[in-house]
């Protein structure tokens, strides 16, 4: 006798899990995640370094720059206008400096917080750090599954293999007056196959990769959809488009970034784009221009490799790894420049390198 297909009705068990490894596979967004329902009971899975902190009924969140223009000079229905992209709906807005986007409410913090952390949860993200007093939400590395085949027999086998890539996300709410402002960052990694490993197993490696805008922005999009919005509505709110302000000059032998906007705004939007590409920030003066920085492992890693030790004859040392990034205003633009602290001279390439990464998330 012949022996029934695994897609006959004698095998029903088999046709419903294709079909629901079917159903499953085709997400519509970038960011394929394994998502679960919010309320599953799951335990949260916290690395041993790190501790939540303990709840805080406060929520003090440092309001951004009292010199910021009013609303109602970048309102422009939706287009990209001079200063700020926003499109509006049902009390929330998109706004957009060159790269970077973020939400702003017409509610306080304690309407938006309760809902931040299980809106990642509900995409199968872990919660590493919770600090309602700041407003920040990070979570752990998840797999996206968006680069794997949609076809059903590479759906099966590929349930059983690396995606080959991973995201997490930092969000982090701000107090504006009776507002309140949402930033969604973005840092990714790629898993990198060892073409010159000698063993005889498929030895791999996970490197940094840049962090996404579209990511951040599709995130920002799947919150509002969290919180009740209609797809459409949100996609429309989100996609506003840009204007690129910052290009990279060099003059002299010195390069610099020019920014055309304020000073306030390209101050802000600096703070953010150094977290975004890897910077760390020690200290900054505001009033003088001045972001004190280091380079994070994150930001060495991405670079291609032995770059660093070309650069600075073996590796970038500590004592090294510690410079300023200077804004000076001018008639309707900002100048950036970098330097090494303490008068430490700063090979020109490297200048160019971090400008150059800071341009992506200003242009």
Aim: aromatic share 10%; net charge negative.
């Amino acid at each position: 006798m012949m022996s029934a297909s695994v897609f006959s009705g004698k095998n029903p068990v088999l046709v419903v899990l294709c079909l629901m490894m079917l159903a499953c596979s085709s997400s519509p967004y970038k960011g394929d995640y394994d998502a679960r329902d919010e309320n599953d009971g799951k335990p949260l899975e916290v690395p041993p370094d790190l501790v939540l902190p303990k709840g805080d009924e406060s929520l003090k969140i440092p309001s951004i720059a009292a010199e910021q223009t009013s609303l109602s000079a970048y309102r422009n229905k939706g287009t990209a206008g001079d200063a700020v992209a926003v499109t509006e709906a049902q009390g929330v807005r998109l706004r957009r400096d060159g790269a970077q986007r973020w939400l702003e409410f017409d509610a306080p913090p304690e309407r938006i917080w309760p809902k931040l952390a299980p809106f990642f949860k509900s995409l199968g993200f872990d919660i590493i750090r919770e600090d309602k007093r700041l407003g920040v939400v990070e979570t752990g590395w998840q797999e996206n599954r968006v680069e794997l085949p949609d076809d059903w027999f590479s759906i099966i086998f590929n349930s059983f293999s690396s995606a080959g890539l991973k995201d997490r996300y930092r969000a982090r709410l701000e107090r504006d007056g009776d507002k309140t402002l949402l930033f969604i960052t973005h840092q990714g990694l790629r898993e990198k196959h060892l073409e010159d490993s000698t063993s005889d197993a498929d030895d791999t490696v996970w490197e940094y990769r840049d962090s996404d805008p579209d990511l951040e922005r599709e995130m920002l999009m799947r919150f509002l959809i969290y919180r009740g919005m209609k797809k459409t509505r949100a996609a429309a709110i989100t996609s506003a488009e840009a204007v690129s302000r910052a290009e990279l000059v060099e003059e002299n032998g010195r390069q610099y970034l020019k920014v055309s906007e304020t000073f306030p705004r390209t101050w802000r939007r600096v703070g953010l784009a150094m977290d975004r590409m890897g910077a760390r920030v020690e200290d900054r003066n505001r009033s003088a221009g001045v972001y004190y920085f280091s380079l994070s492992k994150e930001f060495l890693e991405r670079q291609e490799k032995g770059w660093f030790e070309k650069m600075f004859g073996g590796g970038l040392r500590d004592e090294d790894n510690h410079f300023i990034l200077k804004l000076e205003r001018g008639d309707d633009t900002v100048t950036i420049s970098m330097r090494a602290r303490e008068g430490r001279p700063i090979p020109p390439g490297l200048a160019q390198l971090v400008l150059g990464e800071l341009q992506k998330y200003l242009k």
